[in-house]
């Protein structure tokens, strides 16, 4: 089967920098997405890494290294409005997304 | 602007009694993909047409069925809901390759009564 692994929650506070664990075992695993989603909303794309390696967009960047089957999301300069649920996936062959169960992070003042 | 648009935002049924729920999209993707998430859970994927063709997850229960009509639309049919079938039902659309993007509608949030 296929999964993903990453912390239920996480809390930190405004301004400091959070990193988001994510591990996997999947077949035909073509490279790692994150996606984030805010209470009672849909999730939406935040960076996607095909090959080993860090890739930054703005205050956010994630990293790959599939020889460890390993991904996090580095979130900088935390916002109050960075407070959503957070959701590694796997991108498989023909576009099929496997989803981490999620990890919640909560941002305090 | 180009968007995943799904009606209605909020759906209530009574148990057993059939539901449709539908999505739109004016992106033009060839790929159309149904997920079912419940409260503090990932998405789960139900089905996924690549232009007209069918995808079923295999374990999808058979009471879930979908219809893509054209590139632009397509349903989720409940046939008959039960109490565990109340979620969030998200539709996304994606270009068609193995590392493209998916786009995700709003939601219908299902209550069964």
């Known amino acids: 089967g296929q999964s993903l692994e990453q912390p239920s929650e996480v809390t930190a506070v405004e301004g400091a920098i959070v990193q988001i664990n994510c591990t996997y075992q999947?077949?035909?695993?073509?490279?790692l997405s994150w996606y984030q989603q805010h209470d009672g909303g849909a999730p939406t794309f935040l960076s996607y890494n095909g090959l080993d390696g860090l890739e930054e967009t703005g205050r956010f960047s994630s990293f790959l290294s599939r020889s460890d089957s390993y991904g996090y999301l580095l979130l900088q300069e935390l916002q109050m409005k960075d407070s959503a649920s957070y959701f590694c996936?796997?991108?498989?062959?023909?576009?099929?997304?496997?989803f981490g169960g999620g990890t919640r992070l909560m941002v305090k003042p | 602007d180009a968007m995943v648009i799904q009606n209605p935002r909020y759906q209530v049924t009574q148990f057993g009694k059939p539901v449709t729920l539908s999505c739109s999209q004016t992106l033009n993707h060839n790929v159309m993909y149904w997920y079912q998430q419940k409260s503090s859970q990932a998405p789960k994927l139900l089905f996924h047409?690549?232009?007209?063709?069918?995808?079923n997850e295999a374990d999808t229960p058979d009471n879930f069925q979908s219809r893509r009509p054209n590139t632009s639309f397509c349903f989720l049919d409940i046939r008959s809901p039960g109490l565990g079938d109340a979620a969030m039902y998200l539709c996304a659309t994606s270009v068609g390759g193995s590392t493209d993007t998916q786009y995700f509608g709003p939601g219908t949030r299902l209550t069964v009564l």
């Open positions: 996936a796997a991108n498989n062959a023909g576009n099929m997304l496997t």
């Open positions: 999947t077949s035909g695993f073509y490279g």
């Open positions: 047409y690549y232009d007209k063709d069918f995808n």
